[in-house]
């Protein structure tokens, strides 16, 4: 590990300001993710702000009547939470699928947004990633690409996006609230968030460099039946070969958001028009390239989803 700096922000504005005036910062908050590629230097930060004693970590009743959920908010916490459980029940399951109970302790509501890829490739630091170094190239094309992207991908990456919490979020149509160094802030839908890759893959979200997750805005509750789904290489908390998160009305009509398959939170409002899984899921994956070792997941979500529908039928 390389030497950096240390500060504790005294308010989110002071975090993002401090973001702005050292051009090689990270925020630190659970540091599940960051101290990892810290320790493997495919994070070299000069300088770690620690935002962890800002107060956002409350769960609190929106004026839309939804939920708050503060930045810092541990993913043990909100999966626990009774009108989490209750009324987002989506959400909770998601998120005891994502990690054991060690991680979710620590781990953070926009951690977790902002967890990045788990490519083998942008793990090998002997092997060209576009990610990790822009302009070298991606591994994975031609590679081992079990667990890589089949939509919403590009030529210069084909990488997943890691997170449950996220897919879930976007099934929810959750909205993401920010800070920047000059304390302006705005609210953005979470489909907004994250970027695919097109030619830049090292640019994964749409945040300014000053700009930090301050809350996560959940909207009235939806009803319905909710399930998650997840099917990967071992039980204990592996990343999704493929996930899908549902919210189905007792009418039929249902939301579907996926992971496994994108470089972010996958959902095709258009496609939940269908009533069968098999169109669903070939709307869904319009335009899809697979390759030598990903060509199962366009069946595994077919089969995924016809689960799911079953079973919202009883």
């Known amino acids: 590990m390389k030497a950096f700096t240390f500060e504790r922000a005294a308010s989110p504005a002071a ?14 908050a659970g540091g599940t993710n960051l101290l990892d590629l810290m320790k493997l230097q495919i994070e070299n930060p000069t300088h770690l702000i620690d935002i962890n004693h800002l107060g956002l970590d409350r769960i609190e009743a929106d004026s839309g009547g939804g939920l708050r959920i503060g930045a810092l908010v541990r993913n043990t916490d909100l999966a626990s939470d009774a009108r989490v459980r209750r009324d987002y029940p989506v959400l909770s399951r998601a998120l005891l699928a994502g990690a054991s109970g060690q991680l979710r302790n620590k781990a953070t509501t926009a951690g977790n947004l902002l967890q990045r890829t788990r ?5 090998d630091t002997t092997k060209p990633c576009n990610k990790r170094q822009p302009g070298t190239g991606c591994s994975a094309q031609g590679g ?10 590009s030529d210069q990456c084909i990488a997943t996006h890691p997170s449950d919490l996220a897919v879930a979020m976007r099934v929810l149509d959750a909205t993401v609230q920010t800070v920047r160094a000059d304390n302006s802030r705005r609210t953005l839908p979470i489909a907004e968030l994250h970027r695919t890759p097109g030619s830049t ?10 700009e930090i997750i301050t809350s996560v805005t959940l909207p009235a509750p939806l009803g319905g039946k909710h399930f998650y789904r997840k099917v990967r290489d071992r039980a204990s908390y592996a990343f999704a070969l493929v996930s899908v998160a549902a919210v189905i009305q007792p009418d039929g009509r249902g939301r579907f958001a996926y992971g496994g398959l994108a470089p972010k939170p996958w959902r095709v409002e ?5 009533g069968s899984a098999q169109a669903i899921a070939q709307a869904t994956l319009a335009g899809a390239r697979t390759g030598a070792h990903n060509a199962f997941k366009p069946v595994l979500l077919e089969r995924m989803l016809a689960s799911v529908l079953s079973e919202a039928k009883g």
């Open 15 to 28: 975090a993002a300001a401090s973001l702005a005036s050292h051009p090689g910062a990270k925020v630190i």
């Open 144 to 153: 081992f690409d079990r667990n890589l992207a089949i939509v919403g991908a």
């Open 201 to 210: 893959p090292e640019v994964e979200t749409v945040l300014a460099r000053d």
């Open 119 to 123: 490519c083998p490739y942008f793990y």
């Open 270 to 274: 258009a496609a939940e028009q269908h």
